[in-house]
């Protein structure tokens, strides 16, 4: 007789038992919404049609092309240096709370499925990159928090993808306060500006770099980021983030 055993397991994102082989539950897998799974914008990421702000400014047969696809109208005016931006689920729900966790309480011990969203959805070609390298955070609040959510993340997709991590070269040199309490995006970007640098100029020489961060919103803090390593002689820098929020 086959012995059928059942081993049950703590959903992930809402930790009540169940059994089955993924990490979350079939209520919180169904309840992620997959940014693969939208139409969006060719560059930054934006999910047509989602954002109110960020539809596409136009016609009945749909926004206009470039060679990389479709593009919103903030990347039609030209307003990001980054080359792309790709970001795994949406920032709602149950996973919202989970980053919230591992972000500010502590919650380390979501690291492993949340790098696994990252690992299982990754983007981009596998050689596209040199570096992955994560936003940074001032030495001020890694005190207090003791980690870097970003850093972690982009640790565990690097010795996963065999790309090298390089977690010291980029820096956080001035603290900012949290883009959360900005609710438009000029006041977002000029809270960052000249915040990162660079601390070893030949680092990023001639380096096709992925910035790796938990949450894109409106993209300030990515576009600062990669302005500075673009500065720095990189060759090229693309955005992954584990979610999108919805910029209100
Ligand atoms: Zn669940
Ligand atoms: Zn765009």
């Given amino acids: 007789m086959m012995l059928d055993l059942i081993f049950p397991e703590i959903c992930s994102v809402c930790e009540t038992p169940f059994a089955g082989v993924h990490p979350v539950c079939g209520n919180c897998h169904s309840e992620m919404k997959f940014l693969r799974e939208f139409s969006s914008c060719g560059k930054c990421g934006a999910p047509f049609g989602f954002f109110s702000d960020e539809n596409n400014e136009g016609a009945d047969d749909g926004p206009p092309m470039s060679e990389s696809g479709h593009l919103c109208g903030r990347c039609l005016r030209g307003s990001f240096s980054f080359e792309t931006a790709r970001s795994v689920v949406l920032y709602e729900g149950g996973i919202r709370d989970m980053i919230h966790e591992f ?10 499925f949340l790098s696994s969203l990252l690992i299982e959805n990754f983007p981009f070609p596998r050689d596209g990159f ?19 959510q970003s850093a972690v993340l982009a640790f565990r997709l690097a010795r996963h993808s065999g ?19 900005f609710r438009n995006e000029e006041e977002r970007r000029r ?3 000249g915040a ?27 576009d600062e980021c990669a302005r500075e390593i673009l500065g720095a002689g990189a060759s090229r820098v693309s955005v992954f983030t584990l979610s999108r929020a919805k910029a209100v």
Avoid at 198 to 213: I, M
């Fill in 191 to 193: 809270n960052v500006k």
């Fill in 103 to 112: 972000k500010y309480e502590g919650g380390l011990g979501h690291e492993g």
């Fill in 130 to 148: 040199d570096l992955i390298v994560p936003v940074p955070m001032h030495i001020s609040k890694l005190r207090i928090r003791e980690y870097n």
């Fill in 163 to 181: 790309i090298k991590c390089d977690l010291f070269t980029f820096k956080k040199i001035r603290d900012t306060r949290p883009q959360i309490e």
């Fill in 196 to 222: 990162f640098s660079v601390t070893s100029r030949g680092a990023f020489k001639g380096r096709s770099v992925l910035l790796v961060d938990d949450v894109f919103t409106t993209g300030s803090t990515s």
